[in-house]
C-alpha cells in the first residue's frame, strides 16, 4: 500500500476513534485556497491562507472539526504550488502585496508535516512571499511540534534571509489547555511538554518567533471560573518560558466553540456544554498585563460552529469592538 493511502487510513481511524462524525472535503478543487482571510493586528495587514491539503495526521483533538475542511487524500505538491500561485496571482492586488507585513499559513493541521504538505511547495511558497512581497516582516507556519526538526529550521532560516527585508519566522503550536488531563486526557491534544520546550529550544537558536494557540473553556464539565484560571496558568507558564528562551511569544486565545460533528457539539446539545462568555475572555486577557509576552483573540468561528454554538452572544458587539482593538495596540487600558 503506498504511503498516502496508509496516511490516509490512519485519518480515518483515528477520526472514528474520536467519535466525531464530520465527512472530509473530498471533492474540492486542489489548485484552490481552503479559506483565506485579512487581519490587523499589531505587525500590521496580515494574510491568513489556509492550504487544502491531506487532512491533520493526529485528527484526535475533542473539540477540532478543521480537518473536514481538508481531504482524507493525500494531494501532491502540483497542485499545493498551484494553490501558492493562487495567492499571489488572485488574492492579492498589487497595493496589497507591498502593504502586507504578515503571512499566516495553515492546513489546519501541520505545515511542517511532510506527509500532508510537500516541502518543495513550502520553499516554493517561501521565494515567491520573497519576490511578491517586499515588506514582509514575519512568515508565520501552523504545525504541532514533533515535526519540527533542526534541518528544516536551518534550511528555512536560510530562505527567509532571501527576502529584501529582515522577515522573522513564528511557529504556531495548538496548545489549547495549560492542565495535563484536561490537554491530553480529556481534549487528546498529545501534547508533551519535554517535546514543546525542546522545540522552544530550537528556535532560541535561530531567534524564531513563538505563537501558542490557546482554547478558553475547551472541554464540558469545566466551569467558567476554573476555564480562566487554566489560561492565566498558561500565561504564566509562557512568561517563564519566554523569559528562560529568550522567545518572543504571542498567546492566540480561541474562546470555544461548538463545532460540529464532534463530540463537543454533542455535548452542547445535551445541555452539558456552553461556550464561554467574552466577558471572561476580557478577564483573562488582563492577567498577561506586565507579563513578557502579547496576546491576540480569536473572534472568528470560520463557521464550522454548530447552530447556536458560537462564543458570540447577543449584547457582545461593543466588547467585540474593544477586543478588536486590543488586537491592534495591546493596550490593557482598553479593557479595564
Known amino acids: 500500500m503506498a504511503p498516502e493511502n496508509k496516511t490516509g487510513d490512519l485519518i480515518k481511524k483515528r477520526t472514528q476513534a474520536a467519535q466525531k462524525t464530520y465527512s472530509f472535503n473530498n471533492d474540492y478543487n486542489p489548485r484552490l485556497l481552503a479559506d483565506y482571510w485579512f487581519q490587523n493586528p499589531q505587525e ?10 491531506q487532512a491533520c495526521r493526529w485528527a484526535q483533538c475533542l473539540g477540532c472539526n478543521l480537518p473536514s475542511r481538508m481531504s482524507e487524500h493525500h494531494i501532491g505538491y502540483h497542485n499545493i504550488i498551484k494553490q501558492v500561485d493562487f495567492i499571489f496571482n488572485s488574492v492579492l492586488s498589487g497595493e496589497q502585496k507591498n502593504q502586507l507585513k504578515k503571512i499566516i499559513i495553515s492546513n489546519n493541521g501541520s505545515i511542517l508535516d511532510e506527509q500532508t504538505f510537500s516541502t518543495t511547495a513550502l520553499i516554493y511558497f517561501i ?48 496548545f489549547e489547555a495549560f492542565d495535563d488531563k484536561i490537554r491530553n486526557d480529556f481534549y487528546k491534544k498529545g501534547l508533551d511538554l519535554k517535546v514543546f520546550e ?20 475547551p472541554v464540558p464539565g469545566i466551569s467558567e471560573q476554573d476555564a480562566v484560571l487554566d489560561v492565566v496558568n498558561g500565561i504564566n507558564y509562557l512568561d517563564d ?17 461548538a463545532a460540529y460533528g464532534t463530540p463537543l457539539e454533542a455535548a452542547f446539545k445535551k445541555g452539558e456544554y456552553a461556550p464561554p462568555t467574552l466577558e471572561s475572555v476580557r478577564e483573562t486577557v488582563l492577567q498577561a498585563e506586565g507579563k513578557s509576552i502579547s496576546i491576540f483573540v480569536g473572534l472568528n468561528d470560520e463557521g464550522l460552529a454548530t447552530p447556536g454554538g458560537s462564543f458570540i452572544r447577543r449584547g457582545d458587539g461593543e466588547l467585540i469592538k ?6 491592534m495596540t495591546q493596550d490593557y487600558g482598553l479593557l479595564q
Open 127 to 174: 521565494a515567491q512571499m520573497n519576490i511578491h512581497c517586499p515588506n514582509i516582516s514575519v512568515l508565520s507556519m501552523e504545525t504541532r511540534p514533533e515535526y519540527v526538526d533542526i534541518n528544516e529550521l536551518e534550511v528555512l532560516a536560510r530562505a527567509i534571509r532571501e527576502g529584501s527585508t529582515p522577515t522573522d519566522v513564528e511557529l504556531a503550536v495548538g
Open 198 to 217: 525542546k522545540m522552544a529550544g530550537m528556535m532560541s537558536a535561530y531567534h524564531f518567533k513563538l505563537k501558542v494557540y490557546f482554547m478558553l473553556k
Open 241 to 257: 518560558l519566554a523569559r528562560t528562551y529568550k522567545l518572543d511569544i504571542n498567546m492566540h486565545l480561541n474562546p470555544t466553540y
Open 322 to 327: 474593544k477586543l478588536d482593538k486590543f488586537n
Open 44 to 53: 500590521g495587514l496580515t494574510l491568513f491562507a489556509v492550504f487544502y491539503t
